[in-house]
């Protein structure tokens, strides 16, 4: 299996300009969830679906980020407009039904910068 | 809401030697996992190695092992053989086994430097 797959690596926009960022999860897992990763916050989790539906978005910063999962193989996080504030690295990660294994595998995250 | 506390924000091991990584956690619950994530400069998270509350006994993985108090709430993490590819972020998390709760929690991190 490829592992969950993330885009763009990188990405370095202005202030103002609409962020989207991708994910493709690991084929057959239930679970999706997005992460935040910055210095001083560490990592935190801003949303997770479960078979494609919103389950907890309470880590949702405000409206500006919103995310979407319109299928089980592909999902989005979108920022509109960005802020410098938004700068961090951003991992998507799935998992089975955590009776399973319980564990999340990451994709190698997407490190965006806002100028 | 659990949380996870790593007090050690960074840590240095002589290569071959054998070093320590502390975490411990909050929880009311029963049943649950935790976990030891390693963060190499590529950013990758990877999985070294993970506990079932429900086992008595340590998990291990080659030169990882981890040395789970239940009762206390610790879940420390034993390299042996230090190797300079051990260098790394290394993440300790919970996550629950119980119906409606799925989020992995974090804790802040140990930044492990391998001296050689």
């Known amino acids: 299996d490829a592992g969950v797959i993330q885009s763009p690596r990188h990405e370095v926009t202005e202030m103002g300009q609409e962020v989207t960022l991708r994910c493709k999860p690991i084929?057959?897992?239930?679970?999706l969830f997005w992460y935040r990763q910055t210095m001083m916050r560490g990592l935190e989790l801003l949303i997770y679906?479960?078979?494609?539906?919103?389950?907890?978005d309470s880590g949702m910063p405000e409206d500006r980020f919103s995310a979407k999962m319109p299928n089980a193989s592909f999902s989005t996080l979108k920022i509109q407009p960005s802020e410098p504030r938004d700068s961090a690295v951003y991992f998507c990660?799935?998992?089975?039904?955590?009776?399973?294994?319980?564990?999340?595998?990451f994709g190698e995250g997407s490190r965006l910068t806002v100028l | 809401a659990q949380t996870v506390t790593q007090s050690q924000p960074e840590m240095s091991v002589q290569e071959a030697e054998t070093v320590t990584l502390s975490c411990t956690y909050d929880?009311?619950?029963?049943?649950?996992?935790l976990f030891w994530y390693k963060q190499p400069p590529s950013r990758q998270m990877i999985l070294v190695i993970r506990?079932?509350?429900?086992?008595?006994q340590n998990a291990t993985e080659n030169r990882f092992s981890v040395n789970f108090q239940k009762a206390a709430k610790s879940f420390s993490l034993k390299i042996s053989d230090s190797q300079l590819g051990d260098a790394a972020m290394y993440f300790c998390?919970?996550?629950?086994?119980?119906?409606?709760?799925?989020?992995?929690?974090f804790g802040t991190g140990t930044r492990l430097t391998v001296i050689p």
């Open positions: 929880t009311s619950e029963s049943d649950y996992y």
């Open positions: 679906f479960n078979n494609n539906v919103p389950i907890d």
């Open positions: 998390a919970y996550r629950s086994a119980e119906t409606g709760a799925n989020n992995l929690f």
């Open positions: 506990q079932e509350a429900y086992k008595q």
């Open positions: 084929s057959g897992h239930d679970y």
């Open positions: 990660a799935s998992s089975l039904q955590q009776a399973i294994t319980g564990e999340l595998f």
